[in-house]
DNA sequence: TCTTAGCGGAACGAACCATTCCGCGCGGGC
DNA sequence: GCCCGCGCGGAATGGTTCGTTCCGCTAAGA
């Protein structure tokens, strides 16, 4: 009986893979993600056949998410440098895991269609972010979206720092990297976002 | 018979070992380091009592090879600002992975006495890179030495894209990242360390 | 109360890896 | 030239980890 309560069974499963595989990497086991699903193992088996099919989704359930959050941000952001920001803070908030699918946008094999479909669009919905913020003059010209593929490799969470003051050096890291593309002429002008207002925006909404 | 022979076979041990651990981590098999350096297995056993004791090895000598470029940059660079950067670079230079130990200089797992007081070395050495470009003012006043460490954590090869193309965008990557932690007033005048000959001075001298 | 569908966790087998063991090749003594 | 060990490289070993499967239990419905 595919009723609701087994939607929410499987979303909880997927949710709880992200965050293990986002932590531990692709070759954390099963019995971790069982174990932060409060589920048996069996169950991941009874709905995914595989790892390798329960990585596949996991994979695909954040590609929705990111791009839902870049087109949250383009819509609800009305300055494309914010914008910008915003979508690469969300995607790196702390325990989402989000981030850490977006560099396998750039690997090559062949995945199933919906998977490369997916790839296809996170790519233009980023690229349509990075061009915004262009245009407004706020961004590097000589940026261009695979660079913020780049950022999000390497902004992952690298050590297992396993303190809570990782979530406050991470977004301390990604504040200096965004400085870093700003264009010269708006480095200056406008609020820096980081203020108590903004990590209130950047935080509010679990996914 | 300890000659010079038996020290360039421990070097060259302990550099492959650098090198695979910097690529597939520390939980990397010893038959890969054994493989790099041409040698058998065995050979390392009976140099080295155990694989921790390896690892601990090669920290040490990791550390004693960022000691000295951080000495080098300072004394061979006029500009503190180009001296941080070529600091950076030579430490992340491809294929050394002396970058990869500097993250663990965080960790307080006590490990042998030679090592707490190489830790003490290298926080020094990096604290007086980083107060230089302070006090010459072409490096923002709210950044510290722990920041650099925190560049360095994130800015390990996070993937094995396994492609030539890697040590290019990492070059790329740290330059947007300086970018960010350049000072207001600096970022604009000098030109920005990118030219042909500077990236040459990065390159030579392999470690 | 009896049945049974579905669950959680123990059990199984394969793969990996640190460490040890063994046979061979080669350099030095006679 | 021939023998003898020393030291080497790589195969063997034992233990651990993990993907996947199997089994006994529980709780809901009849």
């Not at 070759?27 to 699903?37: G, L, N, Q």
């Not at 750039?106 to 262009?134: G, T």
């Not at 720092?161 to 400085?179: I, K, P």
Request: net charge negative; proline share 4%; glycine share 6%.
């Amino acid at each position: 009986m595919p009723t609701a309560a087994t939607a929410r069974h499987d979303d909880a499963v997927i949710r709880a893979a992200r965050e293990v595989f986002a932590e531990l990497g692709m070759a954390a086991p099963m019995s971790e993600v069982a174990k932060r699903a409060g589920v048996g193992v069996a169950s991941i088996y009874r709905r995914y056949p595989s790892k390798t099919e329960l990585v596949e989704q996991v994979r695909i359930a954040a590609f929705r998410l990111v791009i839902a959050e870049a087109e949250a941000a383009r819509a609800e952001e009305s300055d494309p440098w914010r914008a910008l920001s915003r979508f690469m803070h969300r995607c790196l908030r702390e325990g989402s895991g989000i981030g850490t699918v977006l560099p396998q946008l750039a690997e090559q094999h062949a995945f199933s269609a919906e998977f490369r479909n997916l790839q296809q669009q996170v790519a233009e919905v980023i690229e349509a972010l990075v061009e915004d913020a262009k245009l407004a003059g706020e961004l590097r010209a000589d940026i261009d979206w695979t660079d913020v593929l780049l950022l999000f490799k390497h902004l992952n969470p690298a050590l297992p720092t396993s303190e809570s003051r990782r979530a406050e050096l991470r977004a301390r890291y990604l504040g200096l990297v965004l400085e870093g593309l700003r264009s010269e002429g708006s480095a200056l002008r406008g609020p820096a976002p980081d203020t108590a207002e903004w990590r209130a925006l950047c935080d509010n909404r679990a996914s």
